[in-house]
């Protein structure tokens, strides 16, 4: 291992920890055209796509490690190459304080997924159908916002509808998984709840679900999520960025994955390993990009 990889993998490892997550590196499949390195954020969508394009890298002969951050972090993870890339970048109003403090620093290889969506979500039973009626039914709510973690941009964008709407909510940090724990409890018990969503999700897929009507549009029409990989990446492994690039899916094809995903005991390098292997016409495109 030469000393470059040596001080990146370390560099890396530090970052995890500042984020309270660990390192995640699998064995690969062939160790002979190079190491890619992954940085992600623990989103269900994001941890499928980046579980995918590992399993495409790994079948294309590249060693793949993957590491969880935090979103400021893996951001400056690619910024500063102590990662190759991430395909996690929601673009232009979630990750938008990000990509103006390093964008000059990283190449953007586009599009590879169309068609997000943030808001405000609730149970399809659910009386309200604006964000301007929630103060109205305020005690319905408990007075609160099922939100996600504190350093997402989703949440940053919330605190806005606060003020814009001024709610008589307060918005209530967590994770996805909590977010999505609080919904099913609602769910279960026919219970009024709202929470900060995002499309693609698997939570749409399982349950009967709308978004509020944001009539001063503070979270922004439909995003993209885009493939950010460092300087130097394409003439360093020219294949690799050439997948990196032509990366793309739809979100009917991440929801499969996320679904995947959220069954007892799942495995998501496992399970991305499979849809690969039953998807292959789709990653064929991938690799021949």
Request: charged share 25%; net charge negative.
């Amino acid at each position: 291992m030469n000393k470059h990889v040596l001080n990146r993998r370390i560099r890396l490892a530090g970052l995890a920890l500042a984020a309270g997550t660990g390192l995640a590196a699998g064995a690969a499949q062939a160790q002979d055209k190079g190491n890619v390195h992954l940085a992600y954020v623990e989103w269900s969508s994001e941890v499928a796509s980046t579980n995918v394009v590992r399993a495409v890298l790994e079948q294309q002969g590249f060693e793949v490690e993957m590491t969880s951050l935090s979103a400021a972090a893996m951001w400056q993870a690619v910024a500063t190459g102590d990662a190759d890339a991430i395909v996690a970048a929601w673009l232009p109003t979630t990750h938008a304080d990000y990509i103006d403090r390093v964008g000059d620093q990283v190449v953007d290889l586009g599009v590879n997924l169309d068609g997000t969506k943030l808001g405000l979500v609730v149970p399809a039973y659910s009386d309200v159908d604006s964000i301007t009626e929630l103060n109205d039914h305020a005690d319905a709510f408990n007075n609160e916002i099922i939100g996600i973690d504190p350093g997402a941009g989703l949440m940053g964008l919330t605190e806005d509808v606060i003020d814009t709407y001024d709610l008589d909510l307060a918005l209530r940090s967590g994770s996805g998984a909590t977010m999505t724990a609080a919904l099913a409890t609602a769910i279960e018990n026919e219970e009024d709840i709202v929470v900060t969503g995002w499309t693609p999700h698997w939570k749409f897929a399982r349950w009967d679900l709308k978004y509020l009507e944001d009539p001063e549009n503070v979270y922004g029409g439909a995003e993209q999520i885009h493939t950010i990989a460092r300087q130097g990446l394409e003439e360093e492994m020219p294949e690799a960025y050439a997948i990196l690039d032509a990366f793309e899916w739809t979100p009917e094809q991440m929801g499969e994955v996320m679904l995947m995903n959220q069954e007892e005991d799942a495995d998501p390098y496992e399970n991305a390993k499979q849809w690969v292997e039953e998807n292959q016409d789709v990653v064929q495109e991938w690799v021949d990009g």
